[in-house]
């Protein structure tokens, strides 16, 4: 029987004094540990764009064919870890003419793909429980699945008819741009505060060399060190890849900026940043799921799911109004993902809440786009478009929603036959794959015959890989071989992992039943007696082998 709204306030509301006081702790705990949560997503992305802010504006370039475009925008977007900061990179590319409109809608596509690396990474703090793991990496992985199948079909449409291109075009021809100053979110001024003490990332890096103005050793010009006046004073020093607060009264450096750095240094003090966020974020997604089961405890399923069960369309609103709130779908939906891994809320609600978080994420390129001309708000249209039209096909209709949800749960139980499955798909899906398809267009469009040839060959060879596995899952049994090892290896981890506790358990037996009979037990006269037996064995085992050898040389 289904639970009703009267059950729902009952098991919410109905409480006595001592649960409520319980409440109210908890609900400080969550909002604790929810803060840092946010702070490490934030550490995690600027630690990102320092290890990665040149390299991905050195990828954005406009002789790029629609797959490499798109490949640019996946991995641009992985390297940055924010479909925000790419897509505001891209508008104010095509904005200056750098890039073209074409070029721009193709990378916006791939920033809707890479944008979801980060929940599918807040769900690896699930490892430690199997049921937890499975729920919440389909629920991190909806976003994923989604964004893969909407590529998938709109790309084909966009190269051969430019659908996008066309409707954007026609939205934009009377834009007039303004001027003002770029929004900021409400979380984003609770978080920043601590956030910029510890790491502040120069913004400008990544598009000023995506614009060909700069390089990064540009930004340490006196012996690849950066422009002070004044060395002993961080605040005259000029930018590199970090940066102070200067605009602030009074103004401050973040503890890893360095006025003596070098692009090293500043790349170090990133990949700091990104280690400690990752700390933080595992830690208090640690905190947010043990307190969550505290408060949901004795409630059960069907009040649950009875809770969330609000109209997908509803569902859709929220989640745009909370990316918006947050200025990021990565947040969103990492915030999302370990309720989904509790069991307080079903993978079909978390998918009309990413499908609202990709809406919301338009937003930011919307914002940017007004300060900027027609064709750079005409990218940030079609980043719009292109996310309505996938929802048009994917969701209203019940049995292609379900294509989705029913890949997203085959990703999760992936889990169960291999506990790190999720490693192995973040590499391939987010770095493999956009890598060598990004190689392959790259030799296409080298202009050098010989560079063309190699790429012909690379595409025959990547083809018959792709058949030979295809053939081998389907006929071979590889689709079942695969899951045999993968279960294997997960069976054998934990009998090592056991072994210690078993062997322990055993003793204790051993203990017992000596006790019992009357037979005195000596745990070290056990171990040596066990040791000589095996010492026994192989020498026993090395005589026979010499015996066989010896007879075989006689023969």
């Not at 550490?43 to 954005?60: D, E, I």
């Not at 104010?92 to 073209?100: E, H, I, K, P, Y």
């Not at 929940?119 to 989604?146: K, P, S, W, Y």
Request: aromatic share 8%; glycine share 10%.
């Amino acid at each position: 029987m289904d639970a009703t709204w009267g059950d729902v306030c009952k098991a919410c509301c109905v409480r006595s004094p001592a649960e409520w006081g319980l409440v109210f702790v908890g609900i400080l705990l969550l909002a604790f540990f929810l803060y840092f949560f946010l702070l490490g997503l934030d550490l995690l992305g600027s630690g990102a764009k320092t290890m990665g802010g040149c390299a991905a504006g050195a990828l954005f370039g406009d002789d790029m064919n629609p797959i490499a475009g798109l490949m640019v925008g996946i991995v641009a977007t992985v390297l940055l870890q924010s479909s925000s900061t790419t897509t505001s990179i891209v508008v104010s590319l095509v904005s200056a003419g750098t890039v073209s409109v074409d070029q721009g809608i193709y990378m916006v596509m791939g920033a809707n793909i890479g944008t979801s690396v980060t929940n599918t990474i807040v769900a690896m703090g699930h490892l430690g429980d199997g049921d937890q793991l499975e729920r919440a990496f389909a629920g991190a992985t909806i976003h994923d699945v989604f964004n893969f199948l909407s590529v998938a079909c709109l790309l084909p449409i966009e190269a051969a008819t430019g659908y996008l291109h066309h409707l954007t075009k026609a939205c934009v021809s009377n834009f007039e741009s303004q001027e003002g100053e770029e929004w900021e979110g409400p979380v984003k001024k609770l978080v920043d505060p601590l956030a910029k003490k510890i790491i502040i990332v120069n913004g400008d890096v990544a598009t000023d060399i995506a614009k060909g103005e700069t390089t990064c050793n540009d930004y340490y010009p006196i012996d690849g060190k950066l422009n002070c006046t004044d060395p002993s004073d961080p605040l005259t020093c000029d930018p590199g890849i970090l940066a102070c607060s200067k605009k602030t009264d009074p103004p401050y450096c973040p503890a890893f900026f360095d006025s003596q750095a070098t692009e090293s240094i500043d790349r170090t003090a990133g990949i700091c940043a990104f280690i400690i966020g990752l700390i933080i974020l595992f830690v208090c997604l640690v905190g947010l799921v043990k307190i969550l089961q505290r408060m949901m405890m004795g409630a059960s399923t069907r009040i649950l799911y009875k809770a969330t069960s609000i109209n997908g369309y509803a569902a859709m609103v929220i989640g745009a109004g909370i990316t918006m709130l947050v200025q990021s779908s990565s947040i969103c939906t990492s915030v999302l993902t370990p309720l989904v891994g509790v069991g307080a809320l079903p993978l079909e609600k978390m998918l009309p809440l990413s499908l609202g978080a990709n809406i919301g994420t338009t937003m930011t390129g919307l914002m940017a786009a007004l300060l900027g001309n027609a064709d750079g708000m005409q990218v940030a249209l079609a980043h719009l478009f292109f996310n309505i039209t996938g929802i048009i096909i994917w969701y209203p209709l019940p049995f292609m929603r379900r294509i989705p949800l029913k890949i997203a749960r085959a990703l999760g139980r992936g889990t169960r036959l291999f506990r790190l499955f999720p490693i192995i798909y973040i590499i391939v899906a987010f770095a493999l794959i956009p890598l060598i398809f990004l190689g392959i267009s790259v030799l296409f469009s080298n202009g050098s015959a010989g560079m063309t040839a190699l790429g012909i060959i690379v595409v025959i060879l990547v083809c018959v890989g792709i058949i030979w596995t295809a053939y081998f899952c389907k006929y071979r049994g590889g689709r079942e071989k695969c899951i045999h090892a993968m279960v294997a290896r997960d069976r054998r981890s934990k009998a090592v992992r056991d072994l210690p506790d078993k062997m322990d358990l055993l003793m204790a037996k051993m203990h017992e039943f000596s006790e019992h009979v009357g037979i005195p037990f000596e745990e070290g006269e056990t171990e040596r007696k066990i040791g000589n037996s095996e010492e026994t064995e192989r020498i026993e085992g090395g005589s026979s082998d010499e015996e066989a050898q010896a007879k075989t040389n006689e023969e």
